[in-house]
T-cell receptor, first 115, second 112 residues
Framework: DGGITQSPKYLFRKEGQNVTLSCEQNLNHDAMYWYRQDPGQGLRLIYYSQIVNDFQKGDIAEGYSVSREKKESFPLTVTSAQKNPTAFYLC??????????????FGSGTRLTVV | SQQGEEDPQALSIQEGENATMNCSYKTSINNLQWYRQNSGRGLVHLILIRSNEREKHSGRLRVTLDTSKKSSSLLITASRAADTASYFCALLYGGSQGNLIFGKGTKLSVKP
């Protein structure tokens, strides 16, 4: 079955440590996204990529980094510069259509906690 | 902010009743989408409605769009306990660089 897989489901980070969240899709979607979700704040865009080897900052990119070396993969690194990383992270993908994008397909999320 | 604003923030109803959630926005849009999120899970796409459409149906879901009022509504008919979730509207507009802008959601609770 086609879909989008995030791993791990739960992740614990120590102060000053970098961690990488995985996102893989086999939907042949061109566009991929990373969102952060905090309670009561909806989804905020961290980074997005609409083509391989290219990505753009979203609204809250500081303290995060990404890469898009393969169409299927869009890993997110939470660096030590991100001072408040505890949150629920969601990866999504979408197909580029003539007049925009298809609906987004989301992964099941990674819950990151700083310990 | 260019995000949609859902109303109400929370809604509690009995099983079998209809649930209506609204989304208002401030700028012209290309399309508007509704998503559902069960607690601790990813979002699931429900319906996409384009700016030149006024109404769409999918099973027990009915979405309307009024571009003159810059608002949309999601109606869930004959609700079930399994409909308990948060519902988000998401906007695609010309200035969003092809990205959806999500609102903060309506938390729906359906009591058996």
């Amino acid at each position: 079955d086609g879909g989008i897989t995030q791993s791990p489901k739960y992740l614990f980070r120590k102060e000053g440590q970098n961690v990488t969240l995985s996102c893989e899709q086999n939907l042949n979607h061109d566009a991929m996204y990373w969102y952060r979700q905090d309670p009561g704040q909806g989804l905020r865009l961290i980074y997005y990529s609409q083509i391989v080897n290219d990505f753009q900052k979203g609204d809250i990119a500081e303290g995060y980094s990404v890469s898009r070396e393969k169409k299927e993969s869009f890993p997110l690194t939470v660096t030590s510069a991100q001072k408040n990383p505890t949150a629920f992270y969601l990866c999504a993908s979408a197909r580029v259509l003539g007049q925009g994008l298809s609906g987004y397909t989301f992964g099941s999320g990674t819950r990151l906690t700083v310990v | 902010s260019q995000q949609g604003e859902e109303d109400p923030q929370a809604l509690s109803i009995q099983e079998g009743e209809n649930a209506t959630m609204n989304c208002s926005y401030k700028t012209s849009i290309n399309n508007l989408q509704w998503y559902r999120q069960n607690s601790g899970r990813g979002l699931v796409h429900l319906i996409l409605i384009r700016s030149n459409e006024r109404e769409k149906h999918s099973g027990r879901l009915r979405v309307t769009l009024d571009t003159s009022k810059k608002s949309s509504s999601l109606l869930i008919t004959a609700s079930r306990a399994a409909d308990t979730a948060s519902y988000f509207c998401a906007l695609l507009y010309g200035g969003s660089q092809g990205n959806l802008i999500f609102g903060k959601g309506t938390k729906l609770s359906v009591k058996p």
